[in-house]
């Protein structure tokens, strides 16, 4: 059976959001998980996503994630996961995700999987 996901975001007085995951990160939660993100990158100057409660992951998940980054950087945001297990690490190598150099997107030293 699908676990849930919670969601939650807390704030600082420097305008830095940190969106906390608890529970499935899978397709059937990807739009809220999308709607999370874009809010937190609309009005944060800085976002931390925090994965430490997560229980499972998707592509779909990897897929927004990854947005996301790319959108921050867009904007001049810096952009961070934390809380990854050894499972996250595992699953980011099974789809192919840590790389040596940066992303396709440009940003060689700024690629969330690089490293990884």
């Not at 975001?9 to 420097?14: E, G, K, L």
């Not at 874009?38 to 499972?56: K, N, P």
């Not at 947005?67 to 789809?95: C, I, M």
Request: aromatic share 4%; charged share 25%; net charge positive.
């Amino acid at each position: 059976m699908e676990t849930e996901l919670e969601l939650s975001v807390t704030a600082d007085s420097q305008a830095r959001q940190r969106l906390k995951v608890a529970g499935s990160l899978t397709l059937p939660h990807a739009v809220r998980f999308k709607e999370a993100l874009v809010a937190c990158l609309e009005v944060a100057r800085e976002v931390t996503l925090d994965i430490s409660g997560m229980t499972s992951m998707d592509l779909s998940a990897l897929q927004l994630i990854c947005a996301a980054h790319r959108t921050a950087q867009r904007k001049g945001k810096p952009f961070t996961v934390e809380g990854g297990s050894a499972g996250y690490r595992t699953y980011l190598a099974n789809a192919g995700l840590p790389r040596r150099d940066g992303c396709a997107c440009g940003a060689v030293r700024a690629c969330l999987w690089r490293d990884q």
